[in-house]
């Protein structure tokens, strides 16, 4: 069962006690009414002379009396019927009256309620972490109980904005920070392997140091993209996914040729920020091709209109894997196994900067475990 709003509870409360004090003050005036009524045609049996009853005219005065008696009875109930039934009337009347405006002054109440109600949803709707926080209530009106919730409200909303956007500067500059040393290292590295007199042990150490400072390198540059796609878009080309996906798995291809990709590549035109889209289908096909079967294993990458809206759809083969593990998957620096990435098969940022760069775009990104093994990834994005 539905339960009632406080609107339609507050109005309830309003009516019922209206009404409950309407129902006492009838009961009250019927009361008083029937004591103080007074009697009929101005004249009380006790005026009339008593005469006895055995005489002609005393059986004619106690007629008189009888008749009397009837007719202010009869008076004083059509006069206590008339006040209950047309009380009644005006209590109903003026019962729904009251309900109705009611109605409307809980309604007038609780708007800064709604107001704060509707900043809250449409906060906690934002695609992204941290977005929307930038709004605020400015509630206006009297410094009461509301106005100052309204104003609290806002305040932690200030302090939770500063607070994101401290994080993201924080991640963007390390990052940056970070790229001029490795690309130092690398240049080191690579002059000292490539001199004449270098020994083969220098080399071979050499080839094992710059493959580190490649994986520190995708390291910092998954942490940029990540960065920037926590960002609002302020700008839009328009981007056909079909492009994107056809350029991407050629490239990605290349890093796994025993594993089969097929493509199912229909028009799936969109807007967007083109170097994000390309990194998430980049992203979404590397770890197809990464974690697979690479014996028997495929690939099957999809782009088309569903619903009106543009969606690339990337299956793989590959372990099973548990439906309850699949959300995880989309946090930074988190696999399947819910350790902290360690060794050859990537950093964990793969899936979370698809799921960042889809909701940059106001789209979504969801994942489905298939029943053989291997997963299936959704992205869908809102038309151009």
């Not at 009397?68 to 019927?81: C, G, P, W, Y």
């Not at 409307?104 to 900043?119: D, M, N, S």
């Not at 099957?300 to 009106?308: F, I, K, S």
């Amino acid at each position: 069962m539905k339960r009632l709003t406080i609107r339609a509870r507050l109005t309830l409360i309003y009516g019922g006690l209206f009404l409950l004090a309407g129902v006492v003050l009838l009961a009250v005036t019927y009361v008083l009414v029937d004591q103080r009524m007074p009697q009929p045609f101005g004249v009380s049996l006790r005026d009339l002379p008593k005469t006895a009853p055995t005489t002609p005219s005393g059986q004619n005065v106690d007629n008189l009396r009888a008749l009397l008696q009837e007719v202010q009875d009869e008076a004083k109930r059509n006069a206590l019927e008339s006040l209950l039934t047309q009380g009644g009337i005006a209590l109903i009347v003026v019962s729904t009256v009251a309900i109705a405006f009611g109605w409307l002054l809980a309604g007038r109440a609780l708007q800064p309620l709604l107001q704060i109600t509707g900043t809250a949803r449409r906060i906690a709707g934002a695609d992204t972490a941290g977005r929307g926080l930038h709004e605020r209530i400015a509630l206006t009106g009297p410094p009461d109980e509301v106005r100052e919730l309204a104003d609290t409200f806002d305040e932690m909303l200030e302090r939770l904005d500063r607070s994101f956007d401290g994080q993201r500067r924080f991640v963007a500059n390390a990052s940056h920070e970070l790229r001029t040393p490795l690309a130092l290292n690398r240049a080191l590295v690579e002059l000292a392997i490539t001199r004449p007199d270098a020994s083969a042990e220098t080399r071979r150490l050499g080839e094992s140091l710059l493959a580190v400072n490649e994986r520190h390198e995708r390291l910092i540059d998954g942490l940029l993209t990540l960065a920037d796609s926590e960002n609002e878009l302020t700008e839009r080309t328009p981007v056909d996914l079909a492009e994107v996906c056809a350029h991407t798995t050629d490239q990605a291809g290349k890093q796994a040729p025993d594993v089969r990709v097929r493509r199912a590549l229909a028009p799936a035109p969109t807007s967007g920020d083109p170097v994000l889209l390309e990194r998430l289908t980049f992203n979404l096909v590397e770890n197809a091709l990464r974690h697979n079967l690479p014996a028997d294993g495929w690939v099957e990458v999809r782009t088309g209109l569903v619903d009106g809206r543009p969606t690339l759809t990337v299956t793989n083969t590959g372990p099973v894997i548990p439906g309850y593990d699949v959300e995880t998957m989309f946090q930074p620096f988190r696999r399947l196994s819910r350790e902290r990435v360690v060794g050859a098969r990537g950093f964990g940022l793969g899936l979370s900067i698809v799921r960042a760069v889809a909701r940059a775009h106001g789209g979504t990104a969801e994942a489905q475990p298939r029943p053989d093994g291997g997963l299936i990834v959704t992205v869908t994005l809102p038309p151009a």
